[in-house]
């Protein structure tokens, strides 16, 4: 069975990121969308990633316009957006199928692996975060309504960071 750091994402500018560059790094990937009742989460992500960083923490975003056509933009309009709206500074990746049968191939391991509290199968939406631990480990998977500042989300981070 492949292991997260088995893939390659395109970088929202255009480049060719392996995530094995992350290894050793606590992630939260989500996939995002900038025209979604939720995309205010943008800043609760910030401010995690501003305040964990340095501890290791990357947050990783990855816009997908599979729900409502709320990612209509190129990349370049997401880029923008993000870093001008929400003063987005962590990784952005170009757009993906998060299901379905284009899905990524990340995704599709995301989505297999049976993780508390939100469990397995396609995302139902945007802003659906898997945390994952220093080893590759899926330690979490939390739906979209469960923001930055949800108390199990934030002990399973804890505990990750050490």
């Given at each position: ?104 191939d990340l995704y599709a391991l ?25 080893d590759g480990s899926v330690i ?23």
């Amino acid at each position: 069975m492949a292991d997260i750091y088995d893939f390659e994402v395109t970088t929202i500018e255009g480049e060719t990121k392996s995530l094995l560059d992350y290894r050793g790094q606590v992630l939260l990937v989500v996939n995002v969308a900038s025209k979604c009742g939720l995309t205010p989460q943008y800043e609760g992500l910030q401010r995690l990633y501003e305040a964990n960083h340095s501890r290791g923490l990357q947050v990783l975003g990855f816009p997908c316009n599979q729900f409502g056509a709320q990612e209509p933009g190129t990349n370049a309009d997401v880029q923008k957006f993000c870093t001008t709206r929400y003063g987005v500074t962590f990784p952005m990746f170009g757009k993906i199928d998060v299901n379905g049968p284009h899905r990524h191939d990340l995704y599709a391991l995301l989505t297999s692996i049976n993780t508390d509290p939100e469990g397995e199968g396609d995302i139902g939406w945007n802003f659906t975060k898997f945390l994952i631990d220093r080893d590759g480990s899926v330690i979490g998977r939390f739906t979209s309504s469960s923001k930055v500042d949800d108390p199990e989300l934030l002990k399973r981070l804890e505990a990750a960071l050490g």
